[in-house]
């Protein structure tokens, strides 16, 4: 694969696109909690909302101490711009090698682009795509979407492309691993083997790195993500056990007799207090239009004149 520029536009060339895999689509949902996808009308956890949900607990201080050090709003803004700059790379990515006209000329757009073009010199050896944004689902139990499949130095492939504000150490990456692995068992089960992941890297600074899993760190890998899932499948069932609980205490509470009674005295009490009020109110009205009318009398000679 190579980026390619004819006047100002630039494309991809020198690989092709065949049609292996009848890839499935699933409704991806971010709007009721954490990432799920739909998927034979179950609503599967996503691969990157089951990794959040396990992180270790040295990972989850280290964010914690970094949001601490430069201030939490900052680090907000720092994350939702990584995520406004890896959305927009990943765009121009999937729009050059589907072959598709797209450019964005604010600043944000300018610097995606060229970081994409860099992760497009590094391809190479890319020379067949499966798919791109391919949705992919294992044993029922997660979902997720990868940014492109196909063969990379003539081997099945995962690709996926990361962005960063600096390079990164192979320790840092772990959880990216994870994804490869956890979307080459779900393309083992539904399509086909894969030999070969490979993590495209590029920084705002266009440096770029890759990280490349051969067959065994695939094993090791897919090994790993299923202990993993477990993990959270465990954590998720014993969380829902101890709401259910909760919710059968309350439920138990409010169908005892004795507290039937008290939640029904309790509204006895408001309502008499509601309409206790009402008369009140009503009884102050008719006051003060008794008050208005002894007042006009009062300004008015019984002749009609005014004093």
Same mark, same amino acid.
Request: net charge positive; aromatic share 10%; charged share 35%.
């Given at each position: 694969?190579?980026?390619?520029q004819r006047d100002t536009k630039f494309f991809v ?41 396990t992180q270790s607990k040295d990972k989850q201080q ?138 495209c890297i590029c920084t705002v600074g266009k440096q ?37 609980? !909760?919710?059968? %205490?309350? #439920? +138990? ?8 009674? =008290?939640? $029904?005295?309790? &509204? /006895? @009490? !408001?309502?008499? %207090?509601? #309409? +206790? ?8 009205? =008719?006051? $003060?239009?008794? &008050? /208005? @009318? ?14």
């Open positions: 694969m190579h980026l390619l060339g020198d690989f092709k696109k065949i049609n292996k895999y009848n890839y499935a689509t699933y409704t991806r949902d971010d709007n009721h909690g954490p990432r799920t996808y739909k998927v034979n009308n179950l609503n599967l956890p996503s691969v990157t909302t089951i990794l959040q949900a280290g964010l914690d101490k970094w949001r601490e050090r430069i201030g939490f709003h900052e680090a907000m803004e720092i994350v939702q711009d990584a995520a406004k700059r890896g959305t927009e790379m990943h765009k121009v990515l999937e729009k050059y090698v589907n072959g598709e006209g797209y450019l964005n000329l604010s600043d944000e757009g300018g610097i995606a682009r060229l970081m994409a073009h860099e992760i497009i010199h590094n391809l190479e050896p890319l020379k067949v795509v499966y798919g791109t944004e391919v949705n992919l689902t294992g044993k029922n139990r997660w979902a997720g979407s990868t940014d492109l499949i196909g063969e990379y130095d003539g081997k099945p492939t995962i690709i996926d492309y990361k962005q960063a504000n600096k390079p990164k150490r192979e320790e840092w990456i772990e959880d990216y691993y994870y994804q490869i692995a956890a979307y080459s068992l779900a393309h083992e089960e539904h399509y086909g083997p894969i030999d070969q992941g490979l993590i770029y790195q890759e990280f490349k899993m051969d067959t065994a760190k695939l094993d090791e890998y897919e090994n790993k993500w299923l202990e993993r899932l477990e993990g959270y499948e465990k954590a998720r069932a014993e969380r829902e056990a101890k709401e259910n609980e !909760k919710f059968e %205490k309350i #439920k +138990k509470f409010y169908s005892a007799p004795v507290a039937v009674a =008290k939640a $029904k005295k309790d &509204q /006895e @009490k !408001k309502e008499a %207090k509601e #309409k +206790k009020e009402a008369k009140q109110l009503k009884e102050a009205k =008719k006051l $003060k239009e008794k &008050q /208005e @009318k002894a007042q006009v009398r009062i300004w008015h000679r019984p002749n009609g004149k005014n004093f």
